[in-house]
């Protein structure tokens, strides 16, 4: 005889309850309650250590965040129901078309529910998707304070393009490289060498216009990911992440002592902005923050363009053949090592742009490219979705926009705590990212309307081959 206090009355035991996905998204609510009632309280003292949380958790303030945790509770779950209505009404659509295409002789009408079955599926809703996302990116700018715009290319786009070339490496290929912003110091290193006489002791012998600096930081880069992955690449796992990492913070090193060659810790200023010089015209980015946003935004799309085409090719499925099982994919003649030096090329080489902006836009110096930097990307490209080229610019607009909302408003020792409660949030409720890649989408089953016009009738002539295959022209010659 069941105890009372292990089922309901319904007959379902508790602890089948407490388990159920209802009931650990409910927990895991007012969990985040609880986090956020403590990080808005008050600040104890060293008299007081506990005083903080006690004023947290005063009966109106913890009854409001129950109340918000409750509420965040109740929007997932009527989110996902909404969801799982929406996938069946569509799935029924597009039965009932077949049954109705069927049904008329085999007329060619696609049904409504088959129409909003294929833009559900992307064949018209990515292309729409995007250009919206692009005229919003487009227009929307102009219309924010000068302060927000500066914060859009300084935190948000040079950190997009950042994540895209990381995303290469890490969502793509599948390697763990924590040294990342070493290309991104190098690119924009390379470009204070090619076009300012002052700005470092160390220069080249003529200077060019900073547009030219774009292709030179790109080479560069891309070399110096060939130097450091080639002796490195045949590491695996943590063994990488800790080889780049020790690579970052030489890298780092090199630019604060190297007082001779690139300054030294003072850093590195008075760069020339991007111009663009033609017979009878002439225009200069100058410090309007708005031209440099237009900029990061057309290199952003060409990236996302070029990456979309390669991951599609041959090279693309080769990586992510070595994401998957590096050893399989060995096996079945992948060439692992030149595909993989080639990923950290290719990722390097965006990060040479992403140094160019920065160099020409503000002033930089070696603590611009600390381990807190490369550790920012990374973190941008798993929040976005590792493999998705859109998730990871959608990344970095909420994290860095996050960063800048909470800049006025809380104080500097604090903004780290509501940025990991974002992530945490994030990993709780969508742990593959905020917009994973779509995966290869399944060939559509035939429905009623795939069926043949004419049902196949076995033929009777001997040795003619009919639609019931072999054995039944053989049955037909006997």
């Known amino acids: 005889m069941a105890r009372p206090w292990a089922a309901r009355p319904g007959g379902v035991p508790w602890p089948v309850v407490a388990r159920s996905p209802a009931a650990r998204r409910l927990g895991a609510c007012l969990f985040l309650a609880v986090i956020a009632a403590v990080v808005t309280g008050p600040s104890g003292d060293a008299d007081r250590p506990l005083a903080g949380i006690e004023g947290s958790f005063t009966p109106a303030r913890a009854a409001g965040f129950a109340a918000g945790g409750l509420a965040l509770w109740a929007l997932s779950i009527g989110a996902d129901r909404l969801t799982t209505r929406l996938r069946s009404a569509g799935h029924g659509a597009v039965l009932g078309g077949g049954r109705l295409a069927a049904l008329g002789g085999g007329a060619r009408v696609a049904p409504a529910g088959a129409a909003w079955a294929s833009f559900r599926r992307g064949r018209w809703a990515a292309p729409a998707g995007n250009l919206a996302l692009l005229a919003v990116a487009v227009a929307v700018p102009p219309l924010l304070s000068t302060a927000a715009q500066q ?3 300084s935190e948000i786009g040079i950190y997009a393009l950042l994540a895209l070339g990381l995303n290469v490496v890490v969502g ?51 070399v110096a990911g060939v130097v450091l992955g080639g002796p490195t690449l045949r590491l695996r796992g943590d063994y990488l992440a800790i080889v780049t990492l020790g690579f970052g913070e030489i890298v780092q090193l090199l630019a604060n002592n190297a007082d001779g060659v690139t300054g030294g810790p003072r850093g590195v200023f008075g760069l020339p902005p991007l111009s663009v010089d033609l017979p009878g015209v002439h225009y200069s980015w100058g410090l309007r923050p708005l031209p440099y946003y237009y900029l990061l935004v057309v ?25 998957q099982d590096e050893v399989a994919a060995e096996a079945t003649g992948v060439a692992t090592m030149r595909m993989k030096l080639l990923a950290f090329a290719v990722g390097a080489s965006v990060s040479g742009f992403a140094g160019v902006v920065l160099a020409t836009k503000q002033f930089f110096n070696p603590q611009t490219f600390g381990l807190q930097s490369s550790l920012l990307v990374l973190t941008i490209v798993i929040f976005g979705g590792m493999g998705s080229r859109l998730g990871v610019v959608l990344g970095a607009l909420v994290l860095q926009g996050t960063a800048f909302l909470l800049r006025d408003t809380v104080p500097p020792a604090d903004r780290y705590i509501y940025f990991g409660a974002v992530v945490i949030l994030m990993m709780i409720f969508r742990p593959q990212g905020l917009l994973p890649p779509r995966g290869p989408r399944a060939p559509a089953s035939p429905g009623p309307a795939a069926a043949p016009e004419h049902p196949a009738v076995p033929t009777e002539r001997a040795g003619a081959p009919g639609p019931a295959g072999p054995a039944a022209s053989t049955e037909a010659a006997r």
């Open 172 to 222: 793509y290929a599948g390697l763990l490289d924590l040294g990342y912003i070493a290309f991104f110091a190098i690119g924009a290193y390379t470009t204070a060498y090619v076009t300012s006489a002052d700005a470092m002791p160390w220069h080249a012998l003529w200077q060019v216009n900073p547009f030219f600096a774009l292709p030179v930081a790109l080479v560069v880069a891309a």
């Open 299 to 323: 290199l952003i799309v060409l990236v996302m363009v070029v990456f979309g085409r390669w991951e599609r090719s041959r090279t693309g499925r080769a990586w992510t053949a070595i994401r």
């Open 151 to 153: 914060a859009l290319v």
